[in-house]
């Protein structure tokens, strides 16, 4: 963007419910798909430790911090899927404490609604520390980035030729 005006819109998003997720992303798509728009959805991942009254540990991930990230990426695979009634239906079951779980339901919606051909893919994971007892904290980070393409979502990936002639999809 360097060198080029731009202007941020701030677009805070509260406790809400998963209609209203799908409401605003619909809302937004059009948005989605004007290639002069950038979106940033920003969020923690799991907070975990008595502090934030989230202790979930399941004994056979391993250690704390091990069943804390095994919990992270089964969302972190439902994102990038983008299956919008998994994503809810892991959120009402672990209670994950995503602090931005609403703000990625909404990108989620808008990208579905948009009806262009999205592939979302998290690049890095992070706790802030690893928890080894029950007394511990810790917060998740993880990053993720959406490439968008002009084609729509319905339509498949085009074949890719290589100079050999071999055809990879």
Partial sequence: MQGRDFTIVPIVVGNTSPAIEKQVGELLAPFAAD???FF?????FC???ARFRYQRYKQEDGPIHASIEQLDRRGMALIEKQDIPAFDSYLRETQNTICGRHPIGVLLNMLAASQLHAEISFTRYA???PCQRMTDSSVSYASAVVNV???PASEPAPADVTASGQLHS
């Fill in 47 to 49: 907070h975990w430790g």
């Fill in 40 to 44: 940033v959805v920003s969020s923690d």
């Fill in 127 to 129: 706790q802030s520390s």
């Fill in 149 to 151: 393409s002009d084609r």
């Fill in 35 to 37: 290639p002069a728009n």
